[in-house]
């Protein structure tokens, strides 16, 4: 099942949309899709509090009070790595939506056959996202890790410590082959850069490059090897500039 939720202020636009979501909706039966329908970016955010968050999202950017980039920042700091889809009047607010991990933007108003390659884009992603997993060996166990859980790995004495979201690490047996080596499955996805010798970050947890360091969610600092800062910013902009972009004709 899909969880979709829909976030506007205005009734035309929450009925116009929410009309085309839902005929996306009957022609994915296999997607099983719920979606759910908010008028303000309070709403979904306290619907997230309680129930966690939903699998995608569609935000309009211009609303009262909280706008669209509000509430997905919001959303980024409790935790969700769903993809964003941002509704727009205008190409000006794709730039906000980068602060906000956006995965894409649409002008309004919306053509169907745009907003469903989008849709099929997203939960694709998502999908692919959440099935990429990696093998962690630790003492008296085999355990499937999944790689959007790991903020940064780094090797303490000759094992690795794997820094997970929402639990406490995981400690790797004693390593046999090259640290390079072991995390090699990390670092053939795009969202991991490897931060110099002992150390490898996920791009999306990364809030800023620092001169020698990257600064993670929750304020963990992964060091930076020297000569790298330049890299780092190359990729860390290129995995997020890189990814949202207006869909046209």
Known sequence: MIRLALCDDESVQRATVGAL?????????DLAVKLTVFASGRELLAAVEESGSFDLYVL??????????????????LGSDAPIIY???SPEYAVDSYAARAFHYLIKPVDPVQLYQVLDQ???AQEKRRSACITVRTRGSVQLVRMDEIIYAEL?????????????PLDGMTLRIPFQKEIAPLLADARFFLCGASFVANLFYVTAVE????RL??????????????????????YWLGAPREVTP
């Open 21 to 29: 979501l839902q005929s996306y909706a009957a022609q994915r039966p």
């Open 156 to 168: 303490t004495g000759r094992a690795v410590r794997y820094h997970l979201f929402n639990r406490p």
């Open 122 to 124: 997203a939960v694709a």
């Open 87 to 89: 509704l727009t009047i």
């Open 60 to 77: 309009d950017i211009v609303m009262p009070e909280l706008s669209g980039i509000d509430v997905g920042m919001q959303l980024r700091q």
């Open 211 to 214: 001169k020698s360091f990257l």
């Open 217 to 238: 969610d929750g304020g963990a600092k992964v060091p930076l090897a020297r000569g790298l800062t330049a890299q780092a910013r190359r990729r860390w902009s290129d």
